[in-house]
């Protein structure tokens, strides 16, 4: 069964500093693999998305996550932090072919000047 | 950019009501979705419709849950008789094929308040 973890409810980073956003699945297959931005009072905006190929996947707004299978994990990670970056951010993945996506619980991040 | 709209942003009803949770989904897209995520849980994947029917559904979508899509543009969700643990926001999506590889477009939802 699939089931994605986030380490950390909040992570607060100052202003150009490195974004570290932490996930880790379980899954019996090689699972699909997203994070999902939602700002205040807007839906869930997909950011980034890994299938297969590369492991190194980059998104919108200058993030990029990495697919470690050894590690289970699939953190996200930005250089520099901007101050519009604050928001929640998911984790979700799916096994291939499956329709629905399991979530992780959030990390809401906050940016300081 | 095509957007998944979603009406009311908020609704408070009272235990006991029905409430209607109306999307629109993506005007191309097939495949409907609507997800929940009470105060401080996670995201939960309620139920997907395909083709006028339902193709999955989670243990939380009971006999109290429907979905429809009456008409060509709307998907509604529907809960007959509300309980206090339904407060929660509720999230419409919409894909162009079933797998999630393609990913969702999720819609702003619904912060439904059951009193």
């Known amino acids: 069964a699939q089931s994605v973890t986030q380490l950390g409810s909040h992570v607060s980073v100052s202003e150009g500093a490195l974004v570290l956003l932490r996930c880790n699945y379980s899954?019996?297959?090689?699972?699909?693999l997203f994070w999902y931005v939602q700002y205040p009072n807007q839906g869930l905006q997909l950011l980034l998305k890994?299938?297969?190929?590369?492991?190194l996947v980059k998104g919108i707004n200058g993030f990029e996550a990495e697919f470690k299978k050894s590690e289970t994990s699939f953190h996200l990670t930005k250089p520099s932090a901007h101050m519009s970056d604050a928001a929640e951010y998911f984790c979700a993945g799916s096994s291939q072919g499956a329709q629905k996506l399991v979530f992780g619980q959030g990390t809401r991040l906050t940016i300081n000047p | 950019e095509p957007e998944v709209t979603q009406t009311p942003s908020h609704q408070v009803t009272q235990m006991g009501q029905e409430v209607i949770l109306r999307c629109v989904p993506i005007s191309n897209h097939l495949y409907f979705y609507w997800y929940r995520q009470i105060l401080g849980q996670k995201v939960e994947f309620l139920v997907s419709f395909y083709n006028n029917e339902i193709s999955e559904k989670s243990e939380i979508f009971d006999d109290q849950f429907s979905v429809e899509r009456p008409d060509g543009s709307n998907f509604t969700l529907k809960i007959r008789s509300t309980k206090l643990e339904d407060s929660a926001m509720y999230f419409c999506?919409?894909?162009?094929?079933?797998?999630?590889?393609?990913?969702?477009?999720f819609g702003s939802g619904t912060r439904l308040t059951v009193v």
């Open positions: 899954s019996s297959v090689p699972p699909y």
């Open positions: 890994y299938t297969t190929g590369a492991t």
């Open positions: 999506a919409s894909s162009e094929a079933d797998r999630t590889l393609y990913g969702y477009t």
